[in-house]
């Protein structure tokens, strides 16, 4: 058995107004160079929804859900819940822990792959909050393969190829479009170059995609697509953008071998509905479905969803209770994924960027 006093549940923070909206994306992009036609093109995603990222609602549904799925199951472990960019702070929530007496934090983020934003830079946040005070945290490992997290976009695909069906759609006619957030292909070769070009974070977004496909959609083409790139455009992404991908399909459509009459959009890059999935897929994506004449569904988050939850609770018992790896869940020969070294005030920022699979045996323990 491993002692943590507390969770903390670990995420990116969104604007709640207006007036957050500019001093939030100051914060997310601090010292990284976008440039501001870039800032103020998202800022205007962010108005149009009247200056409220849904994100931090949806983290305190998820915080409710956590907290009564754990008193369910009889396990005494209070739920903070803090941010990267936005109010409630890491490192006011880490004081406020350790204010309690909570001082072994187990820490459950929002963010189910392996990449800088989502390993990395929490790595750093929790390495900042820590720092001065006699508080450490370790965190669940990337959870992009466990069935809690897989689940709840199995069940979306099956509805969505359903309700095409429904409509005359032949499933080997409806094309599944996974998608996620593209990143640097440097980033990418980063988060684990062992895998190839794509590093770890297009490895597992591959393996996940397949193993969604066999489950929910055995007869329909699939393919793994990219959204919401930001950046200097003379730095190689993560392609193709989801759009091009559309319009590569909706081509195809035009001849004389039509392929495919409606697309299935699965954002499971995402644990939750967050801006990206509102305006980029929402909004842009769907208009381009449109446009080009596919009819199109966009698969849920998991967001709250039952599975999504006990899951995420099966994850922080897996480390109170030292699970080994053969007895851990994992539905890709990827997993399970390893996990990570424990953050103390004071140690250095070590496994910045990415970690390694548990098979290579080169992630710290
Ligand atoms: C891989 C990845 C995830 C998933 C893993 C994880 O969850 O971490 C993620 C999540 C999120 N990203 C978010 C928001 C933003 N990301 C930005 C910028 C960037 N993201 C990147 C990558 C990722 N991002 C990258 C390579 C950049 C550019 C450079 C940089 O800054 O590193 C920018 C700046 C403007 C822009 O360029 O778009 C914003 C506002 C929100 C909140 C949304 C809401 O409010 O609902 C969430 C959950
Ligand atoms: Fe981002």
């Known amino acids: 058995m491993t002692h943590y006093d507390a969770i903390l549940l670990s995420s990116f923070g969104g604007p709640e107004g207006q007036d957050d909206v500019i001093p939030f994306l100051r914060n997310v992009t601090a010292g990284r160079g976008i440039p501001d036609e870039r800032l103020e093109e998202v800022a205007h995603h962010y108005r149009h929804f009247g200056g409220v990222s849904p994100i931090n609602e949806q983290n305190r ?8 799925e754990l008193a369910a199951r009889g396990i005494d472990l209070p739920v903070y819940w803090g941010n990267r960019n936005w109010a409630p702070y890491f490192g006011d929530v880490v004081r406020e822990a350790e204010a309690n007496g909570h001082t072994e934090l187990l820490g459950l983020v929002t963010s189910a792959y392996t990449s800088y934003s989502g390993v990395g830079q929490y790595r750093e946040d929790f390495l900042k909050a820590t720092d001065g005070t006699g508080v450490s945290i370790d965190r669940i490992r990337e959870y992009f393969d ?11 695909v099956r509805e969505a190829i359903a309700s095409l069906g429904g409509e005359g759609g032949a499933p080997d006619r409806i094309h599944v479009m996974y998608v996620t957030h593209s990143i640097p292909t440097a980033a990418a070769l980063a988060s684990g170059p062992s895998f190839g070009e794509g590093g770890a974070y297009v490895a597992q977004h591959l393996a996940v995609a397949s193993v969604i496909s066999e489950a929910a959609a055995p007869e329909s083409p699939w393919s793994l697509s990219y959204q919401s790139r930001s950046g200097d455009p003379r730095t190689p992404w993560l392609e193709p953008d989801i759009n091009d991908a559309i319009a590569d399909l909706a081509a195809s459509t035009g001849s004389a071998t039509r392929a495919v009459d409606a697309i299935v959009i699965v954002p499971f890059g995402f644990v939750s509905d967050h801006m990206e999935v509102m305006w980029d897929l929402d909004n842009e994506v769907l208009e381009t479905a449109a446009e080009h004449g596919l009819k199109a569904r966009r698969v849920p988050t998991p967001g ?3 599975a999504y939850v006990a899951g995420l609770v099966d ?6 209770n030292d699970v080994p790896d053969a007895d851990r869940p994992h539905l890709t020969e990827l997993g399970p994924w390893a996990d990570h070294a424990r953050i103390r005030s004071g140690e250095e920022v070590a496994d910045a960027t990415s970690s390694a699979p548990s098979s290579s045996g080169a992630a710290a323990r």
């Open 61 to 68: 549904q998820l915080k409710a859900a956590l907290e009564a």
């Open 146 to 156: 466990h069935p809690g997290f897989v689940q709840p976009f199995v069940e979306g």
């Open 304 to 306: 709250v969803h039952p």
């Open 315 to 320: 994850l922080v018992l897996e480390r109170v």
